[in-house]
């Protein structure tokens, strides 16, 4: 079991930035990937960025080049640095983990971009 727990959502206006936080239970070390996905009313939840073990970083093509996903394996924490922010980046963002086999979901934050 790894228990996941997100902050640093939050109102903010259009090219302003936030940077969000997910704190793992379990050591990162041990962790295979951790990630930020998102899910915007009425849409499907999506990859936003993850980061493996071993460094290695994806992103959505929608994020390259204004978020930034970094890691503290001291703090088993994952962040995820937005900048330039668009109100199409309104959603509630979720950290995910992979641990051995399996899937673990944060409870999500919201994250809302006036115009």
């Known amino acids: 079991q790894v228990q996941l727990v997100e902050s640093g959502g939050g109102l903010v206006q259009a090219g302003g930035s936030l940077r969000l936080s997910c704190v793992a239970s379990r050591t990162a070390f041990n962790i295979n990937v951790m990630g930020w996905y998102r899910q915007a009313p009425g849409k499907q939840r999506e990859l936003v960025a993850t980061?493996?073990?071993?460094?290695?970083?994806n992103y959505a093509e929608t994020v390259k080049g204004r978020f930034t996903i970094s890691r503290d394996i001291t703090k088993n924490t994952v962040y995820l640095q937005m900048n330039s922010l668009k109100p199409e980046d309104t959603a509630v963002y979720y950290c995910n983990v992979l641990y051995l086999a399996y899937t673990y979901w944060g409870q999500g934050t919201q994250v809302t971009v006036s115009s």
């Open positions: 980061i493996t073990r071993g460094g290695g970083i």
